[in-house]
């Protein structure tokens, strides 16, 4: 710093000492720098990690998820360019489907990219992982997939529901144990089954899904004649479908990721496993490619979804184009949708926090979230052992000549439910 002494008189015509001049000058110095950097915008764009499966057995998901996010950010930075204001960045890290990888790019973009806040999170046991980082750095994580209760329950973090203050995780997607809410109805009202088998992955996902349904069935007065688990990597579910074979359940009931679920159904074909209906618990059983590696094994499948491109929600059908227009294929599921969502609730935070990008601003600006997204409704409520949580409601679909089609409920549903089934016909080559 350089030091400016002025030789100058007071009114008595005595000399001012100058140790007081440079005092006077270094205190108008940082007035005037303080009062500058305070009134300067922040510059560059504002960062966001993601924290997605971009290779790994689950990547499918995290290129639709990921597909969905630049989507996004394309309108939502040619908006920003508009009004003014910074441009975001998604910055993504590969969790490739594995906890500990998961920690370590939750850990990596808060301490090495500096991310102003997450986002992203595909399966459960990843996202609870990334979610105990960003609780610890108490930098907030907004969860667009991940779905086993706990992510959103602050005694599992050491907290409790009335420490919403001190809790960073949102979730916008539904918890698992309302995945089947929707289909109860369905169940309930058409199918009227007496009997269920569930076969579920040994995952967080999985686990409390097959306990979230068995709640379901007893709910309906359906009886669960076996429950079945297997290790991520199975190839063979032969020995698992032949148990549910032999007690000739009214329906199966499967939580699997999409090759599995794939593979569960070509097998059920083989050995000829024929109850009244199949139903997946959403997951892989929505995805372009369940059709595509379960061929004619996956007709006329039920699922469980939190999301179709036919509901009457402003820019569901629009999102669901213009994914198509720009990456081909079939289209995005429910996956997709909650991370285009995703993306539009970032951007409408942070534009509420005014360039002030510091980590309680954006948590009061997620607490005070009210909005609507392609996905639905977005509001975080609390409610039972959940805090920072987003409701909806959940559907169904059935894959009828070749597309996902929306059945229930009936006054939404796109096409009319197929049942009875019979699946030697519809097998048939």
């Not at 998901?61 to 910074?86: C, P």
């Not at 399966?123 to 980082?133: L, R």
């Not at 369940?290 to 929600?313: M, Y």
């Not at 995703?342 to 948590?363: F, G, P, Q, S, W």
Request: with cysteine; proline share 5%.
């Amino acid at each position: 710093m350089l030091s400016l002494f002025i030789h100058i008189t007071n009114k008595k015509g005595k000399n001012m000492k100058p140790i007081k001049i440079l005092l006077i000058a270094i205190l108008t110095g940082v007035l005037v720098f303080g009062i500058s950097s305070c009134s300067k915008k922040t510059e560059g764009p504002v960062k966001v990690g993601v924290v997605l499966p971009l290779t790994g057995s689950k990547a499918n998901f995290g290129e639709m998820e990921k597909n969905s996010y630049e989507l996004a950010l394309k309108k939502i930075n040619a908006d920003r360019k508009a009004k003014g204001q910074n441009p975001i960045e998604f910055v993504y890290e590969d969790d490739t489907g594995k906890p500990d990888v998961g920690r370590a790019a939750a850990e990596k973009l808060i301490n090495v990219n500096k991310v102003k806040m997450l986002a992203g999170g595909y399966s459960s046991s990843v996202t609870f992982a990334a979610a105990a980082v960003a609780q610890q750095y108490r930098v907030p994580f907004l969860v667009n997939t991940g779905s086993v209760d706990k992510i959103t329950q602050p005694e599992d973090f050491n907290l409790t529901t009335n420490d919403g203050d001190k809790f960073y995780i949102y979730r916008l997607n539904p918890p698992v144990s309302e995945y089947a809410s929707g289909l109860e109805g369905l169940l309930a009202t058409k199918v009227k089954p007496k009997s269920v088998f569930i076969i579920h992955e040994n995952t967080a996902f999985g686990t409390k899904g097959a306990k979230a349904f068995q709640k379901s069935a007893d709910k309906l007065g359906i009886k669960v004649l076996g429950v079945e688990s297997y290790s991520g990597g199975t190839v063979d579910f032969k020995p698992l479908l032949s148990n549910a074979k032999k007690v000739k359940p009214d329906m199966m009931y499967m939580i699997s990721y999409v090759m599995d679920a794939a593979m569960l159904m070509k097998q059920s074909r083989e050995i000829g496993l024929m109850p009244k209906l199949f139903v997946g618990a959403g997951a892989g059983y929505t995805m372009p490619a369940f059709k595509e590696n379960a061929g004619v094994a996956s007709r006329n499948v039920v699922s469980a979804t939190l999301w179709h491109q036919s509901l009457p929600i402003e820019g569901a059908k629009d999102y669901f184009d213009n994914y198509i227009k720009t990456y081909g294929g079939d289209g995005p599921d429910y996956h997709g949708a909650e991370a285009y969502s995703a993306a539009m609730v970032v951007d409408n935070v942070l534009a509420r926090c005014k360039d002030n990008y510091d980590a309680e601003t954006i948590k009061k600006a997620l607490d005070a979230t009210d909005m609507m997204t392609p996905f639905g409704p977005v509001k975080f409520t609390a409610y039972g052992k959940k805090i920072h949580q987003n409701r909806m409601q959940t559907y169904v679909v059935q894959w009828i000549d070749g597309a996902l089609k929306l059945v229930w409920p009936e006054d939404l549903a796109n096409a009319k439910f197929v049942f009875p089934i019979d699946w030697k016909k519809v097998w048939a080559d």
